[in-house]
T-cell receptor, first 114, second 113 residues
């Protein structure tokens, strides 16, 4: 198993550009989520999905879109990048909705918006 | 809403010694889980230990143990016999509903040889 994979590892954008951060998992996990990590603030939940076709907002959803057409993939879209979106982005997955399930994290994408 | 607070931005420990990281949290939920995650320089998030709120017994995983004080809403992590490989950022996190984790701001652990 590759686990949770994310591409790209690094990305530099200009303000106003759009891009998609890719996330895939091969563990047949129902639950997937996106977090952003900023210095001194830990990780904050952006969007999450409890299964294919179902998504919902987390703590900091503004400026980001998601969709979940398959169990395996959960891309995060930035429609018009802003410098405030400079951060490290982590995708995570877990087996299901049971409280306390371990979440498996991808290696992260470092995004810089100029 | 859930909040998790880590009051120690950085802790330093001598190799083979013990260090304790503090974490306090707040939630109105009666059932929840608490976690400690390790993030080494590679950026990979690694689960260290987890504790269910209903269990009174403190969780242990090899050299890692927790002190869970439910009434005080405190969840500290003790690293015993510290090793150079323990140097990392450590995040306290809570899950109260729907697999959504709330993280603290992190504590950097430095291990001196």
């Amino acid at each position: 198993n590759a686990g949770v994979t994310q591409t790209p590892k690094f990305q530099v954008l200009k303000t106003g550009q759009s891009m998609t951060l890719q996330c895939a998992q091969d563990m047949n996990h129902e639950y997937m989520s996106w977090y952003r990590q900023d210095p001194g603030m830990g990780l904050r939940l952006i969007h999450y999905s409890v299964g294919a076709g179902i998504t919902d907002q987390g703590e900091v959803p503004n400026g980001y879109n998601v969709s979940r057409s398959t169990t395996e993939d959960f891309p995060l879209r930035l429609l018009s990048a802003a410098p405030s979106q400079t951060s490290v982005y982590f995708c995570a997955s877990s087996p299901g909705r049971i409280l306390g399930n371990e979440q498996f994290f991808g290696p992260g994408t470092r995004l810089t918006v100029l | 809403a859930q909040t998790v607070t880590q009051s120690q931005p950085e802790m330093s420990v001598q190799e083979a010694e013990t260090v304790t990281l503090s974490c306090t949290y707040d939630t109105s939920e009666s059932d929840y889980y608490l976690f400690w995650y390790k993030q080494p320089p590679s950026r990979q998030m690694i689960l260290v230990i987890r504790q269910e709120a209903y269990k009174q017994q403190n969780a242990t995983e090899n050299r890692f143990s927790v002190n869970f004080q439910k009434a005080a809403k405190s969840f500290s992590l003790k690293i015993s016999d510290s090793q150079l490989g323990d140097a990392a950022m450590y995040f306290c996190a809570m899950e109260a509903a729907g697999n959504k984790l709330t993280f603290g701001g992190g504590t950097r652990v430095l291990v001196k040889p």
